[in-house]
């Protein structure tokens, strides 16, 4: 099993850029589907972006194009690259991974990011 931990959230103006982070620690890393979730205020949870262990993408309709999943198998991590950032980006971002082997499925504390002038 992994412990997902989040970071690289915070307060950006519309047009920038972040970075998420999702450091895994235990094993198995490679096994995992890795995901980004995120979840608004008065909303529900909703997937950003996925990548299988083979590195397969994909995306929400709304990110395609600004937002960018990535995995590093050699240093447990996931990432997610957000450009051109929106307002209605603004939410709490979750890293999720699920192991199929095992039908089992981990998610980290979250992280916020706010887009506001």
């Known amino acids: 099993q992994v412990q997902l931990v989040e970071s690289g959230g915070g307060l950006v103006q519309p047009g920038g850029s972040l970075r998420l982070s999702c450091a895994a620690s235990g094993t198995g890393f490679n096994l995992y589907v890795m995901s980004w979730y995120r979840q608004a205020p008065g909303k529900q949870r909703e997937l950003v972006a996925g990548?299988?262990?083979?590195?397969?993408?994909n995306y929400a309709d709304s990110v395609k194009g600004r937002f960018t999943i990535s995995r590093d198998n050699a240093k447990n991590t996931v990432y997610l690259q957000m450009n051109m950032l929106k307002p209605e980006d603004t939410a709490v971002y979750y890293c999720?991974?699920?192991?199929?082997?095992?039908?089992?499925?981990?998610w980290g504390q979250g992280t916020q990011v706010t887009v506001s002038s």
């Open positions: 999720n991974g699920w192991l199929d082997l095992m039908k089992s499925e981990r």
């Open positions: 990548i299988t262990t083979g590195g397969r993408t």
